[in-house]
């Protein structure tokens, strides 16, 4: 013992010791004599074989070549539409990864010519059972976070659609499933059957989420029904899968199972009793906007850790106690979110890979046909249960005025499986309940299906190919004189709040020409797997009255009477799909204009930028490129002194527009129009030309915007207000830029348009230099010099797509 403290106390050049778990005992393992020559460089190191033969280091090489290869063949195969789950079946089953499965990337054909990896990296017996209990514990919080996302209350509070679809989905399967082996012989095991039969027809909400959100289409109306539907059939397919699990204990005693579904029923009921309460607590003791105490997320991580234990001493599974305490927990921030933060990443990148690739790893491929008779039965069960499933939820859906393709793509998505499937049947092979042969065709099975339905669905159902193109142009150009204005104003938080009713307040609704105003509060989605939209005028309940705190637009909607009406919503979604929301929403509303917020942040005073927020801003991109109506991005420098000037009926508030001609310049000058009619607002048309024009050249764009500028040079706009209009020459990019600089001080609002792909003489050379290509090459010549003139900018996209 002296000696090996000895050993352990030398300096630093030395190999460091790794630990090693054998038989109940740690061993430290120094490897000797530790020589270093004058460069610091040993002379004698441990070979990689020797070091392999230790638990640290096998566990490391373990996870490392499962993560490199599992991604490598990920990379292959994306381009072809499979995901990544299948991607990691796929190097398990058609290459194994025991060598003596003869794989072909794992197998010996390629690394398991490799000594150590032949001999000792994933051979059974060296090492394999760590990395797989790492795995199955890792895998047990990763169905815990997906309980956490999942909203329990959303089956007993969505519509009537989703619950039956969600019956639908299950019974048929099971009865079609039940029925399909009664021609087989008796010596196939009647457990094996009902329980194969059950989870083929479960339809999981943790996987129907994941592949949604693969495809993009989590925010759509189809998706947002196939996860009320799943959460109905989910919880309806756990009740089921446990209650038959107990029943395996009928045969040796009826009292027994009692015993068992008693106490499971007396466990569930404590854990919603006593749990929930518990959380909200947390959530009470959590100040407002603070972080989660890490105490509290130790704790409930023991919880989960804990009732794991507990149900596995029942003879259920250990995952089953996580996941009730994952959907006693709230879902969203703070307490769901925090959870989902710390974990997820990790939980879902490194332990749901190893245990995908353990769990695949123990199919043997040669065991399909190894029963005749059992893979007959699994082939019979496994289509027959699909196509029910299938039928079923096309009939629910196609019934329900689901249009034909539509339908398919929704009945796929339920019928698709994952990994919640497959941790069910390792689980039940593991109890003996289902043979090598049945296990086998069922991963087949389930490998085959994520393979190949996302590539259907995908090719079926794809509403961003649809740019939400409208039959009709919804712009402000083409608004009649007596139609009402509406407008979605989208906000992020209350700091857009103000600026957005700023903007509103200069357009000056009459009782010919109305204001409908759509306001959406857009949150980022964490914490939970289904998005939320919320109508504020159906809801009043304490989720919501948070919310609305935030889109206070009632002292504007009074201001005006019943000239101005407001609708606020609020929706909580990924931000990669939130102008699926807006462009949605503005479609269904007829809107002629959306309000969009920059997304920069200056200031009270104007003079330092105070946050850049890029998830916005590549919102700002999404719906410029699809959205079915006009659009204005904001440019809010944060200056406030002109806010009081409209609050203050007797100031004036200056409003200039720069004027190019084309398409998205008629149209802001179409706006700027319509806030001459307010009484307070000075508007100046700034009119840049080059010499070409000044020579009378005459095409269509030019005869529009001299029409559009017709009256405005007759002063025959607005009710009263001063008119300026003013030409300036400009030949090149910087004679433009000197106007523009020249001008900026003069005005609390400059509108232009965006004029993005509009090549002219007077914007030469500026695209070179454009920092925010979403404003047009002005709006980011004024953006730049916010912190000089502090004006803010309004640019104007007139409605791209009409059908």
């Known amino acids: 013992m002296a000696d090996l403290m000895k050993s352990m106390s030398m300096d630093l050049a030395s190999p460091p010791p790794y630990l090693s778990y054998r038989n109940g005992t740690v061993a430290v393992c120094i490897f000797l004599p530790p020589k270093v020559n004058s460069a610091g460089i040993w002379l004698n190191p441990a070979a990689p074989s020797e070091i392999l033969r230790f638990s640290l280091p096998l566990l490391e090489a373990q996870l490392l070549v499962i993560f490199s290869i599992t991604h490598l063949v990920y990379a292959i195969l994306k381009p072809l539409g499979v995901t990544f789950f299948a991607s990691q079946m796929f190097v398990c089953y058609l290459f194994p990864l025991s060598p003596c499965n003869a794989g072909v990337i794992l197998g010996p054909a390629v690394l398991g010519r490799i000594k150590p990896f032949n001999d000792i990296l994933f051979k059974p017996g060296s090492g394999l059972e760590i990395v797989e209990t790492i795995a199955t514990f890792g895998f047990s919080i990763f169905l815990f976070l997906m309980a956490v996302k999942m909203d329990v209350r959303e089956a007993f509070t969505s519509t009537r659609r989703a619950k039956v679809i969600g019956i639908a989905s299950l019974l048929p399967p099971i009865v079609v499933g039940l029925n399909a082996y009664q021609s087989q012989s008796d010596k196939l095991c009647i457990m094996e059957r009902t329980m194969g039969t059950t989870i083929e027809s479960l339809s999981s909400f943790s996987v129907i989420a994941w592949l949604l959100e693969d495809l993009k289409i989590g925010n759509s109306e189809l998706g947002r029904l196939a996860l009320s539907s799943s959460t109905v ?70 919880i989960a850790i804990g009732c794991s234990i507990f149900t596995n001493w029942l003879n259920q599974s250990p995952f089953l106690g996580a996941f009730l305490v994952g959907l006693a927990i709230p879902d969203g921030p703070p307490l ?28 043997n ?172 005028q159906k809801h009043n309940n304490k989720l919501v009255s948070s919310y609305e705190n935030i889109l206070d637009f009632n002292p504007y909607e009074e201001k005006y009477g019943g000239l101005v009406t407001v609708n606020a919503f609020t929706t909580i979604s990924l931000p990669k799909l939130m102008h699926e929301d807006i ?32 998830m916005i801003r590549n919102l700002n991109f999404s719906v410029l490129h699809r959205a079915p109506c006009s659009i204005g991005i904001l440019v809010d420098c944060g200056l406030h002194s002109w806010r ?34 307010d009484p307070r607002v000075n508007l100046t048309l700034i009119h840049l030309i080059s010499d070409q024009e000044s020579e009378n050249a005459v095409d269509w764009d030019t005869m529009m915007d001299a029409e559009m500028l017709k009256d405005f040079k007759q002063n025959e706009v607005g009710g009263g207000c001063n008119l300026t209009y003013t030409q300036a020459i400009s030949n090149n990019g910087k004679q433009t830029a000197n106007i523009i600089r020249s001008i900026t001080d003069d005005y609390d609002l400059v509108i232009v348009g965006r004029r993005c792909g509009v090549d002219s003489v007077q914007t030469a050379g500026l695209s070179e230099w454009s920092e925010y290509p979403e404003l047009g090459v002005i709006g980011d010549l004024l953006t730049s010099m916010v912190l000089d003139s502090r004006v803010s900018v309004l640019v104007v996209q007139q409605q791209l797509y009409v059908g």
Request: glycine share 6%; proline share 4%; hydrophobic share 45%.
């Open 336 to 363: 769901g979110s925090a959870l989902v933060d710390k974990f997820d990443c990790f939980a879902r990148g490194v332990f749901l890979v190893a245990y995908v690739t353990t769990t695949t790893m123990k199919v």
């Open 233 to 302: 059939c989910n919880l309806f397919a756990l009740f089921i899968i446990n209650v038959v699990g107990l029943s395996r204990h009928l045969h040796q005693s009826t009292s027994l199972f009692v015993k068992d579904l008693g106490v499971a029923v007396v466990f569930v009921t404590l854990v919603f009793v006593t749990v929930r309460p518990l959380m909200f607590w947390i959530i009470r003791e959590t100040p407002e906007g603070g972080p989660v105490k890490g105490a509290h997320i130790v704790f409930i991580i023991m």
């Open 644 to 677: 009081q000037k409209l609050e203050n009926s007797f100031s004036s508030y200056s409003i200039g527009i720069v004027f190019l001609g084309g398409n998205d310049d008629q149209e802001a000058l179409t706006l700027a129009k319509r806030m001459s009619n």
């Open 365 to 536: 491929p040669k065991n399909v046909y190894s029963d005749p008779e059992r893979f007959k039965f699994s082939i019979i069960f496994v289509v027959s249960t699909f196509l029910a499933k299938f039928i079923s939820c096309f009939i629910a859906s196609f019934w329900g005025m689901m249009p034909f393709r539509d339908a398919s793509a929704f009945s796929l998505i339920m019928s698709s499986k994952g990994v919640v499937e497959l941790q069910y049947f390792a689980g039940y092979r593991g109890v003996k309940i289902l043979s090598e042969s049945t296990f086998s065709v069922l991963v087949l099975n389930i490998l085959v299906n994520a393979t190949i339905l996302p590539i259907i669905v995908k090719f079926l159902y794809d509403p961003v190919s649809k740019k939400y193109a409208g039959y009709q142009k919804r712009n402000l150009m083409h608004l009649k004189p007596d139609a009402e204005l509406r407008v979605l104003a989208c906000v992020h938080g209350s700091e857009s709040v103000r600026a957005i009713i700023d903007v509103l307040d200069l357009t000056c609704p009459t009782k010919e020409s109305p204001n409908v105003i759509y306001v959406l509060h857009m949150i980022e989605l964490v914490g939970r797997d289904s998005p939320v939209f919320i109508a504020h």
């Open 583 to 614: 462009c949605t929403m503005a479609l269904d509303n007829q809107t002629s204009l959306v309000l969009l917020p920059f997304h920069k942040k200056w200031s009270l005073d104007g003079s330092v930028v105070e946050d850049e927020n890029s």
